[in-house]
């Protein structure tokens, strides 16, 4: 974590304390993001045999997150990471409460296919997809640029 400058110590208890409340209020901003990666230990499971992208021996994958989430200061929960291998337009995971947006959520994401995703008020992360399940495919499903306000 970065180090934010220590006070000026002063004679004047008031200032002393509004110095304290200031570095206070910052400090929440330069937290880092804590990161939460999907069926770790004490996470969400993966759901409908989802998993980890990475986990293939593809040789082109070697840098792909795994599947994680986190929440920053202002309540904006972001997820990341790719997954693979579950059935087609099930839920791949589901978020905990404190992580939840307060309605359903859709996003365009990217997979083997275009595809849709979206996150539920109950937390359930879903890959949808415009097309019939047939068209679409359990190889490859980003989650990397889906963000919102955590409500739930």
């Not at 409908?48 to 994680?68: C, E, F, H, I, K």
């Not at 309605?103 to 890959?127: C, E, Y």
Request: charged letters at 10%; glycine letters at 12%; proline letters at 7%.
């Amino acid at each position: 974590m970065p180090n934010l400058p220590a006070r000026i110590q002063t004679p004047d208890p008031i200032l002393n304390r509004i110095q304290d409340q200031l570095i206070a209020a910052v400090q929440q901003f330069v937290q880092p993001l804590l990161w939460i990666n999907v069926g770790s230990a004490g996470a969400p499971p993966f759901q409908n045999g989802w998993t980890n992208y990475a986990a293939s021996s593809t040789p082109l994958n070697t840098d792909v997150s795994p599947v994680s989430f986190s929440k920053n200061a202002l309540g904006i929960v972001r997820l990341r990471g790719a997954s693979k291998g579950g059935t087609v337009g099930t839920v791949g995971f589901t978020l905990p409460a404190g992580y939840r947006p307060g309605f359903r959520m859709t996003f365009i994401t990217i997979g083997d296919t275009a595809t849709r995703t979206d996150v539920f008020a109950n937390g359930d992360v879903k890959q949808q997809g415009s097309a019939t399940s047939a068209v679409l495919s359990n190889g490859y499903w980003s989650l990397d640029g889906i963000h919102f306000l955590a409500e739930g």
